[in-house]
């Protein structure tokens, strides 16, 4: 078992978030700083060794600007440090649904190994059992779902709010690509946390459904874990705003016994925290 860290949620930015409005910036070398610091790993200090970057939100959504300029800078990290970064392009399908061929590029040079939907933030309904809006979501979501299946890379979504983003209304979705692994991005706890439960229950019905950490709170956290077991759980900070090591001390606890953590093994711990999602998106280990 490879005993390295990897967050698969970090932002970068070169400017003030123009939706979220934190800043003044989260620049490359901020990250890889954050990255290099001693992080005590059940009794070791470990760095964080690669990281999945994406751009700020915002520059996909209020800027007009194409995929390939919301993308500039993130594009940049991973040229700079391609031995450890790797891109994870945020798609707003309201706008780029007819761009993604650029994707293909990116699978071969720049390190692409995940697609983002963000629901919430581009304002649609994910497809449903409805007829409508089913069929004008199809439209938007299915394409980006077809090409995640085409790259044979996983599909991370936002989920934490209503109405579009709670995790009960990707089930849909889970089971038109099945063979599509789908990371719920929080779990659904970004802004409600108790959307977690509903996040586990899905992934316990649904095989290709995994769940993400950042902003999930000790209480879920512990029911994750007996819930779907370590194998589902990927480590992610969503820095920034989100210090890294601080999402880090919350799942790396699993370690400690009960009541603080769970008792989770050692190997266990490092799948959560970098394994399950270099297997998923094959990244080196």
Not at 151 to 176: D, F, K, R, S
Not at 220 to 236: C, D, N, S, T
């Amino acid at each position: 078992m490879s005993q390295m860290v990897i967050d698969s949620h970090c932002h970068i930015i070169n400017q003030r978030e123009p939706v979220w409005g934190w800043g003044p910036y989260f620049r490359i070398n901020d990250l890889i700083e954050m990255m290099d610091r001693g992080y005590d790993v059940m009794g070791e200090t470990k760095t964080v060794e690669k990281a999945i970057v994406m751009t700020g939100l915002g520059l996909t959504s209020v800027m007009n600007y194409s995929i390939e300029k919301a993308h500039e800078y993130p594009l940049l990290a991973i040229k700079k440090y391609p031995e450890r970064l790797f891109l994870n392009p945020v798609i707003n399908p309201r706008t780029w649904v007819n761009d993604l061929d650029v994707l293909n590029e990116w699978k071969e040079t720049a390190n692409l190994c995940m697609l983002k939907l963000h629901p919430s933030m581009h304002n649609y309904y994910l497809p449903s059992y409805n007829p409508y809006p089913n069929e004008a979501s199809k439209k938007m979501v299915y394409p980006v779902f077809d090409k995640a299946r085409e790259l044979g890379v996983p599909v991370m979504m936002h989920q934490g709010e209503t109405p579009y983003a709670m995790p009960a209304q990707i089930a849909p979705l889970a089971e038109t690509y099945p063979d599509v692994p789908i990371i719920v991005a929080h779990s659904g706890a970004n802004n409600l946390p108790a959307l977690a439960n509903d996040a586990i229950l899905l992934a316990r019905t649904h095989e290709n459904i995994f769940l993400g950490t950042s902003w999930v709170q000790t209480p879920e956290l512990h029911q994750m874990y007996f819930a779907v077991g370590a194998g589902k759980i990927i480590f992610e900070s969503d820095c920034s705003p989100v210090s890294m090591g601080h999402a880090l001390r919350f799942v790396t606890n699993l370690h400690l016994p009960a009541p603080l953590g769970v008792g989770a093994s050692k190997d266990e711990v490092y799948k959560m925290i970098g394994g399950n999602i270099a297997q998923l998106c094959n990244i080196p280990a």
